[in-house]
């Protein structure tokens, strides 16, 4: 209806702002925003009063917005002036009274007079600094709104529009083109009124959500009664051991916290089994710390290792470890000291020495075949005490002594192993 007009804007009810009510999806990701305005441009598409009209681009790919009811609607019911989803919890309307169970006392009648009336009631209440009684604010969200509310801002709401021209086969912009070339969605969703999202009836989002809430899984205890830790995935570097402490440490007492903040998880570990059950029974699904939603679920079981079997690998893994760049055959001989002796272990030859080496006397230090004097020609004293042809230096002592031939079938074709 076309609204009278009067010299005096304010005892008509008209509305004049400075800055619109928007949430933070509506406003978009850009810290720089123009915004143009326009006082008494449109009316409000709930009471038909003129308003002041906001109107921006909240990215470059994204289209215009401006704002589509009064402040004063607006506040009545703590929705965004743009999106008309509630500014605390990003949910539909429906969705919110539906799951609070809210029969408020400032219900906005439908009929044409009586929510025009109704609206200048109260805002003339709000200038002369009377504030209205609203039940929004008052009541604790529960179970529903804890699951099903938007923690993040959702940009994508701000999408362009689609090309009318392309679902018709006829646009010829290309890539230019600023609106979007995909083809429509019908269906309930498509079918949206605003007035029956203002006022929360016959919403088929908020429907959508309901139905939701009711089929999400519960978290299910492991038959392992061993069990008492809990996966926290999702993490950020905001989130601190101390804060997983306070939102966990009243449903049992704790025994550890593990965070690993390479893999963005954490695991939180309790004394008694009872207190893991009811951890996850009261976080499952709405876990929320400083705004940021995470997932619960529990823990696996860890098989236990042996200390017969983890003490004999590591200490064979540093031996082979400590062995560098020996030869095969030495490897394989300080490999073969760790295997354990059984009754059919005696048959088995003793080991091989390596080129004529005594064997080490310690199992942390490595012998060189290149630490035999004798095998790169050098001559050292023989039993008689007489040097051989071709010693350099008759009176030096030589720390190097003779060794032993080795018994005759050792070596049965070649001294030496070939090489590789």
Known sequence: MAHRLLRDHEADGWERS???????????????????????????????????????????????????????????????????LDLEYGLPVQVRDTALSIISNDAIPKSDVNREYFAEE???RARAGLDYES?????????????????????????????????RGECTRGAECPYRHEMPEDGELSQQNIKDRYYGVND??????????????????????????????????????????????????????????????????????EGAEKAAEELSSKLVIKGLRLKLMWGKPQAPRPDSETSNGARQQA?????????????????????????????????MQYFNIPPPPQLDRAYYPSMD???????????????????????QHNPYQAMPPPPPGQYPHQHYPPFG
């Open 204 to 273: 088929p989002v908020a429907l959508k959500l309901l139905n939701k809430a009711c089929e999400m899984p519960s978290l299910e205890a492991p038959e392992d009664e061993s069990i008492r830790t809990l996966y926290v995935g999702g993490l950020d570097k905001r989130i601190t051991e101390q804060d997983l402490r306070d939102n966990f440490y009243a449903h049992g007492e704790i025994e550890s916290i593990k965070m690993v903040l390479d893999k963005a998880c954490a695991f939180v570990t309790y004394t008694t089994r």
């Open 122 to 124: 109260h805002d003339r």
């Open 319 to 351: 031996a082979v470890a400590h062995s560098g760049m020996l030869p095969r055959a030495v490897i394989s001989q300080q490999q073969n000291q760790f295997q354990p002796s059984g009754p059919g272990m005696h048959d088995q030859p003793p080991p």
């Open 135 to 167: 039940s929004y604010g008052k009541v604790r969200p529960n179970d529903t709104i804890l699951k099903l509310q938007r923690t993040t801002p959702y940009y994508k709401r701000n999408r362009a529009h689609i090309c009318s021209f392309y679902v």
């Open 18 to 84: 400075d800055f619109p009510i928007i949430c933070e999806s509506c406003l978009g990701d850009n810290p720089y925003v123009r915004m143009t305005k326009a006082d008494y441009d449109k009316e409000c598409k709930i009471c038909t009063r003129p308003f002041t009209v906001f109107r921006w681009r909240p990215g470059r790919d994204a289209r215009y917005k401006k704002t589509e009811l009064c402040q004063t609607c607006s506040k009545l019911k703590n929705v965004c002036q743009v999106c008309l």
């Open 373 to 395: 004097p004798q095998r790169m020609g050098a001559l050292v004293p023989s039993n008689d005490g007489e040097n051989r042809p071709g010693s350099e230096k008759q009176g």
